[in-house]
């Protein structure tokens, strides 16, 4: 198959979860099938990231761009409001990248094969879309509208609370609509899913489910620190900086009157001022525990390592639970709230601990910080069950499958 992948942002370095999962997803496509990149420079890195995709077959064309994101100005948001856009997909409306994605399709046919499909990762790129009698695919990470849903309840500032509630609007507008110009859809769940058919029910909608290296990710026990917690994450992306200061006030306290030498690892790029502050507020009440605000690290995967619980405290839908998988798949037992795993079918109490109110959440850690055959025994469980269901071989196999079945003409059953 020729592919034309559309995605806003270059995925590697996989910094975020976002980025990786297009990063493996590419991986997995182009080991069997003809794939064109296209993406905008956004950061400095755009180019080694582009040599990189390039070495695995890929051919990529990236649009130049100041190596910093598109601002966010008082005529961006204006735009949006004008075009029932949302904000953040109307910050990257930008002339030349369409320029771009048309001259690609232009010259298809000058090629040796012309496109058979176009893979549209996310909005951001999908509001460049094109009738075309190819099939088309639009990716979703996450359903928009539900997140900024969420974010409005949560919020008591009544600004933020306008602000989220007409991103909603403009997101469920988008979903609604838009989704008429595809295809089909893919998400990352079955719970996305659900909320991706009641805005178009007549809209094929598959989940594609997020995955781990598994070779990548290894057990690696003989580092852990049985008094060491951590979550990681983008510290940028407000369900995560929620859900850390949320941990910091409402959960780490109560585990710290057991366990007062516990250390809190958050580890994730970008660190708001306000997080630092609650962190600096949280510790001056107890000088025996430690929280440490890493900010970007080149590999994750030593934190986790260190680990003697991983957790999960969100509260608000949102990322893409590849967090989870990583840490499931180093063996960790993990402690998460209803929301933060949802989407991935764990079971509760034997490959994940699942709680949602602060004091029920603060007492699991402290029954798994008391219990390292217990510890043992979910990390175990976990990873056996990553490796049957998220391996990012077989995830990819599930894209190509979709890719194929649009690609096949519909024939009529008949029966014998």
């Known amino acids: 198959m020729q592919i034309l992948f559309f995605s806003i942002t ?166 609604r609509v838009r989704g008429a110009d595809f295809t089909a859809v893919t998400c990352v769940s079955e719970t996305d899913q659900v909320l991706l058919k009641k805005a178009r029910s007549d809209l094929p909608v598959h989940v594609i489910p997020n995955g781990v290296d598994l070779d990548l990710y290894q057990p690696d026990l003989g580092q852990e620190r049985p008094e060491t917690l951590i979550y990681t994450g983008s510290m940028d992306w407000y369900p995560n900086e929620d859900a850390v200061i949320f941990f910091l006030q409402s959960i780490l306290p109560n585990i710290w009157r057991t366990y007062p030498q516990v250390r809190l690892s958050v580890v994730g790029q970008r660190p708001t001022e306000k997080l630092r502050r609650v962190v600096e507020e949280t510790t001056t009440s107890n000088t025996q525990g430690e929280v440490v605000v890493t900010g970007r690290v080149e590999d994750v995967k030593p934190y986790i390592a260190q680990a003697g619980v991983y957790v999960v405290p969100l509260r608000i839908g949102g990322g893409t639970r590849l967090k989870i998988l990583e840490a499931l798949a180093m063996q960790k037992a993990i402690v998460s709230t209803t929301v933060g795993a949802e989407g991935l079918n764990l079971v509760d109490q034997q490959e994940i601990v699942l709680a949602d109110r602060p004091d029920q959440f603060a007492d699991s850690v402290i029954g798994l910080l008391a219990d390292s055959e217990r510890r043992r025994n979910l990390g175990l469980k976990g990873r056996e069950r990553v490796e049957q269901d998220y391996g990012w071989s077989a995830i990819g196999n599930k894209l190509r499958q979709v890719y194929q079945n649009l690609l096949q003409p519909k024939t009529r059953q008949v029966d014998d």
């Open 10 to 175: 270059v995925p590697f370095p996989a910094i975020d979860g976002g980025r990786i999962r297009v990063l493996n997803l590419l991986k997995q496509i182009a080991k069997t099938e003809q794939v064109t990149f296209l993406a905008l420079e956004t950061t400095g890195t755009d180019q080694a990231g582009i040599d990189y995709l390039t070495k695995l077959g890929i051919e990529c064309h990236l649009v130049p761009n100041s190596p910093d994101l598109p601002p966010i100005t008082v005529q961006t948001v204006l735009r949006a409001i004008w075009q029932r856009q949302p904000i953040t997909v109307a910050r990257y409306d930008l002339p030349a990248l369409a320029r771009q994605f048309h001259h690609l399709l232009a010259n298809a046919d000058s090629r040796s094969a012309h496109y058979d499909l176009i893979h549209y990762e996310m909005f951001h790129a999908a509001q460049f879309a094109v009738k075309t009698d190819i099939p088309t695919v639009l990716s979703t990470q996450n359903v928009d509208s539900y997140i900024w849903r969420r974010l409005g309840q949560e919020t008591r500032n009544p600004l933020k609370k306008a602000i989220y509630w007409s991103q909603t609007l403009a997101f469920a507008h988008y979903e």
